[in-house]
């Protein structure tokens, strides 16, 4: 791990653990074992340790935007599922800051920066709106307000930020098994889906989940 991948990773603990207001760049030098000057060598403000944070926990949350041509619908928004949980449960702390300062960044942040922020948060939407879209174009899904369901969706799934662990009792993928199923079962159309397969063929629910 470089230096300044070093000065990320405690700051993004301390962050989320202080805030981004309650803690000093002293406390980041502090723990890595450096001078503040040379902590303001690798980065030059606060706010910019806490853009890289910012940066990289949307880039992750943009990794699972991800659509095979080949998946239904269905089959999309539960990989999507699985891939921004696995994320969030892998870097914790970084989706804590990220929500956590959520409502403040413009007071952080250059307006420059706060356009890509929005600018990622916005194609993730796009994402799930979309395959929302597609399953009640393709007939897969029953009709609904597309921009309602994706948002509460987006709400529900990244909003895991504040319990998921890598070392809790359940995993990731199982919990976007459980998300997702909770959601498919209610937009797909064909009843012996919806029952037996909602995620997609060769994905499987939990016992809890299997109609009775």
Not at 37 to 58: G, M, N, Q
Request: include cysteine; hydrophobic fraction near 40%; proline fraction near 3%.
């Amino acid at each position: 791990m470089s230096r300044r991948e070093e000065l990320l990773a405690v700051a993004t603990k301390l962050f989320a653990a202080r805030g981004y207001h309650g803690t000093r760049m002293d406390d980041v030098a502090d723990i890595v074992g450096l001078n503040k000057a040379t902590v303001y060598h690798y980065y030059a403000s606060k706010s910019l340790i806490l853009f890289d944070i910012y940066r990289r926990a949307a880039d992750n949350t943009l990794e699972a935007v991800h659509d095979d041509p080949s998946w239904t619908a269905r089959e999309a928004l539960y990989q999507y599922t699985v891939k921004l949980l696995t994320n969030i449960a892998d870097n914790p702390e970084g989706a804590a800051v990220y929500f956590q300062e959520a409502p403040y960044i413009t007071e952080w942040f250059t307006a420059e920066q706060v356009v890509e922020v929005r600018e990622k948060e916005t194609q993730v939407y796009e994402h799930v709106h979309g395959l929302i879209g597609r399953g009640i174009a393709s007939g897969e899904f029953f009709d609904c307000d597309t921009h309602v369901v994706a948002l509460g969706y987006i709400g529900m799934t990244l909003g895991a930020y504040r319990w998921l662990r890598p070392d809790g009792r359940r995993t990731a993928k199982e919990i976007a098994a459980e998300f997702s199923t909770a959601l498919l079962r209610g937009l797909i159309r064909e009843e012996k889906l919806r029952v037996e397969s909602p995620l997609g063929p060769g994905a499987s629910v939990t016992k809890a989940d299997a109609a009775p």
